[in-house]
């Protein structure tokens, strides 16, 4: 028995120092660059124009106004940026998209694309008098420029022409060709705008070496175990499907209920999935995503997750206990709307529920349909998918020339920051080039906090000014990078 518990404890030991071994030699996957040389910008008229920008209400769900809105920050950008609109080629596309084209020098190579769009959600009228400075206003305070859109995502826009406006003036001329493409219905699908920019570029045969969205961010004392910010690229983007759930009962008073009711024969169902969700996986996306966070975590996480051949159970617990790092790992269930009887006293004929999944690049809609039927088990209950379903990204490469471009640009303007490959939880209108490059990305360089993030599509969405200018210069880094 001695002989027993003294080669347990040997193994053990064993064991902690094979495991510590591969912590302390776990390498970075962090590029050395050197920092760029710091390009001159005139961060108050910069901000003035996105500013300028913000104050024309381009808002996608505003049928009535939309025309005119649009039709007017199209003039303001070819006011704003006359270079631009002077040298590049530009054509509508679709309802409201803008295409510009800056020809590259040697036509054989495949073009860098960079994307955002104009668009942006609508502000409820019962928050706007909680708004520091008007949504629509486009004032410049206290070292921020104000207002809806400010981050999501005519920074985007306004950066990428701000970058492209200096370059012109600078006499640069890619060797690669350049595109710039701008939805204006991205928060409402993208449907009519990205979505025919990338009808148009594949029937004239386009494979994009590089594309750029938003999505991603650098994320400030967000990612546990890691001090310094964190550039989060989107190197996938989440699936979406919601899955309606119906039952039907005799309908009558309350009084002489039957012993399941169509409401309670529905709540089982959504229980039932509640208490039964996707499994959880440290592979894939997620996978990568500790590759390149992992080795510049303090040393407890980084013993931790440099052993996830051994303790992967136990890290996805640790990580399902936190919505913000589960949805990462799994495929998500969310019950989000229920409906049964029209009173408090009326049975009713009819229940039905609505459940959204985000759905994990490896999962797909099919598989989504199928383990809600499994799992609700239910005959009484009709299963069907609601409205338009879309299936997870593909994933991009993290080791193709495209990526280190990326990566040194990034590193070069914020040198202080960790680079890493990342899921996106919501949709962006690079889904819809996926299929033309395998190489697509989806970051907008600025730094956020955890409250910052409550302000994109919330209360007092605002950039700082200084951010906005990094913002530039990125811009100007990636197309000198990536194109010359």
Same mark, same amino acid.
């Given at each position: 028995?001695?002989?027993?518990?003294?080669?347990?404890?040997?193994?053990?030991?064993?064991?902690?120092?094979? #495991?510590?071994?591969? *912590?302390?030699?776990?390498?970075?996957?962090?590029?050395?660059?050197? &920092?760029?040389?710091?390009?001159? +910008?005139?961060?108050?008229? *910069?901000?003035?124009?996105?500013?300028?920008?913000?104050?024309? &209400?381009?808002?996608?769900?505003?049928?009535?106004? #939309?025309d005119a809105a649009?039709?007017?920050?199209?003039?303001?950008?070819?006011?704003?940026?006359?270079?631009?609109?002077?040298?590049?080629?530009?054509? =509508?596309?679709?309802?409201?998209?803008?295409?510009?084209?800056?020809?590259?020098a040697d036509p054989t190579l495949s073009p860098v694309v960079l994307m955002g769009h104009l668009d942006v959600v609508p502000v409820q009228k019962d928050s706007e008098k909680s708004w520091s400075h008007p949504p629509f206003g486009g004032e410049t305070a206290g070292g921020f420029v104000w207002g809806r859109g400010s981050l999501d995502d005519k920074a985007g826009v306004l950066g990428i022409l701000e970058a492209a406006e200096t370059l012109l003036a600078q006499g640069f001329a890619p060797r690669r060709t350049v595109l710039f493409a701008f939805g204006a219905d991205e928060e409402t699908g993208g449907r009519a705008g990205a979505a025919e920019i990338a009808t148009v570029l594949r029937r004239r045969g386009i494979s994009p070496?590089?594309?750029?969205?938003?999505?991603?961010?650098? =994320?400030?004392?967000?990612?546990?175990?890691?001090?310094?910010?964190?550039a989060l690229v989107g190197i996938a983007e989440k699936g979406y499907a919601t899955v309606e759930l119906a039952a039907e009962s005799a309908g009558g008073h309350?009084?002489?209920?039957?012993?399941? %009711? =169509?409401?309670?024969?529905?709540?089982?169902a959504v229980s039932r999935l509640e208490a039964?969700?996707?499994?959880?996986?440290?592979?894939?996306?997620?996978?990568?995503?500790?590759?390149? +966070?992992?080795?510049?975590?303090?040393?407890? #996480?980084?013993?931790?997750?440099?052993?996830?051949?051994?303790?992967?159970?136990?890290?996805?617990?640790?990580?399902?206990?936190?919505?913000e790092t589960d949805a990462?790992?799994?495929?998500? %269930?969310?019950?989000? #709307?229920?409906?049964?009887? &029209?009173?408090?006293?009326?049975?009713?004929?009819?229940?039905?529920?609505?459940?959204?999944?985000?759905?994990?690049?490896?999962?797909?809609? =099919?598989?989504?349909?199928?383990? +809600?039927?499994r799992v609700v088990r239910d005959p009484a209950v009709r299963v069907r998918?609601?409205?338009?379903?879309?299936?997870?990204?593909?994933?991009?490469? %993290?080791?193709?020339?495209?990526?280190?471009?990326?990566?040194?640009?990034?590193r070069q303007i914020f040198p202080d920051a960790v680079v890493a490959p990342y899921l996106v939880l919501g949709g962006t209108d690079a889904r819809y080039l996926a299929p033309l490059s395998?190489? +697509?990305?989806?970051?907008?360089?600025?730094?956020?906090?955890?409250?910052?993030?409550?302000?994109?599509h919330g209360i007092d969405e605002r950039l700082a000014t200084a951010d906005y200018a990094s913002a530039i210069r990125f811009y100007e880094r990636l197309l000198r990078n990536a194109a010359q």
């Open positions: 028995m001695r002989r027993i518990a003294l080669g347990l404890v040997v193994a053990l030991v064993l064991l902690i120092g094979v #495991m510590t071994v591969r *912590a302390t030699a776990w390498k970075s996957r962090q590029l050395a660059a050197a &920092p760029a040389p710091l390009l001159a +910008v005139d961060s108050r008229a *910069a901000a003035e124009r996105l500013a300028g920008a913000i104050r024309i &209400p381009t808002v996608s769900e505003d049928a009535a106004r #939309m649009f039709r007017e920050i199209q003039e303001y950008l070819a006011r704003s940026f006359p270079r631009t609109d002077a040298a590049l080629r530009k054509e =509508a596309i679709g309802a409201r998209g803008l295409l510009y084209a800056w020809p590259g070496w590089l594309v750029v969205d938003e999505g991603g961010l650098i =994320a400030e004392g967000i990612v546990p175990g890691v001090r310094a910010p964190v309350s009084s002489m209920p039957p012993r399941h %009711t =169509a409401v309670g024969v529905l709540a089982r039964a969700p996707f499994p959880a996986t440290l592979r894939g996306v997620g996978g990568e995503f500790f590759d390149f +966070v992992g080795p510049e975590m303090a040393f407890p #996480m980084r013993f931790a997750f440099a052993n996830r051949w051994l303790l992967a159970p136990l890290l996805e617990g640790r990580l399902a206990a936190s919505p990462l790992i799994r495929t998500t %269930t969310a019950a989000t #709307m229920f409906e049964g009887g &029209p009173k408090d006293n009326v049975l009713p004929s009819r229940a039905r529920a609505a459940v959204n999944f985000r759905i994990l690049p490896g999962d797909s809609v =099919a598989g989504v349909l199928e383990h +809600v039927r998918v609601l409205g338009q379903a879309v299936e997870p990204s593909p994933v991009s490469s %993290t080791d193709s020339p495209s990526w280190i471009a990326l990566q040194r640009t990034i395998a190489n +697509v990305y989806r970051f907008l360089p600025v730094r956020l906090t955890s409250r910052d993030l409550a302000r994109v």
